[in-house]
């Protein structure tokens, strides 16, 4: 089993920054691939970015390239995303996913990661 727990998330003005953080538990992050994913009210959840568990590939949601970066440290069990130049549109609540396999985490499964995290809310005022 592992346990995700996120954090970071707070309410920002349009243009500014936040660093998201999911912290693992429970068994070696390294073993994973991790994703981060979001929904929106009244909007289906949504991948955002992902990263495979040694770093070498990622994946990003078009609208989010050049903005988000997803980086991990697996000798600390936790990944970051770090979000600048924030649009009211990226206003949902994130939540963090692990699997041993790649592609759920990216979004391009019809299977959903295993372990998911309880979520933390994103708010961008315009």
């Known amino acids: 089993q592992v346990q995700l727990v996120e954090s970071g998330g707070g309410l920002v003005q349009a243009g500014g920054s936040l660093r998201l953080s999911c912290a693992a538990s429970g068994r070696t992050l390294s073993s994973y691939h991790m994703g981060w994913f979001r929904q929106a009210p009244g909007k289906e959840r949504e991948s955002v970015a992902a990263i495979s568990w040694s770093g070498s590939t990622t994946y990003y949601k078009d609208s989010v390239k050049g903005r988000f970066i997803l980086s991990r440290d697996n000798a600390k069990n936790t990944v970051y995303l770090q979000m600048n130049s924030l649009k009211p549109e990226d206003t949902a609540v994130y939540y963090c996913?692990?699997?041993?396999?790649?592609?759920?985490?990216?979004?391009?499964?019809?299977?959903?990661?295993?372990?998911w995290g309880q979520g933390t809310q994103v708010t961008v005022s315009s």
């Open positions: 996913a692990a699997d041993r396999s790649y592609a759920p985490v990216s979004g391009s499964s019809y299977h959903t990661p295993d372990y």
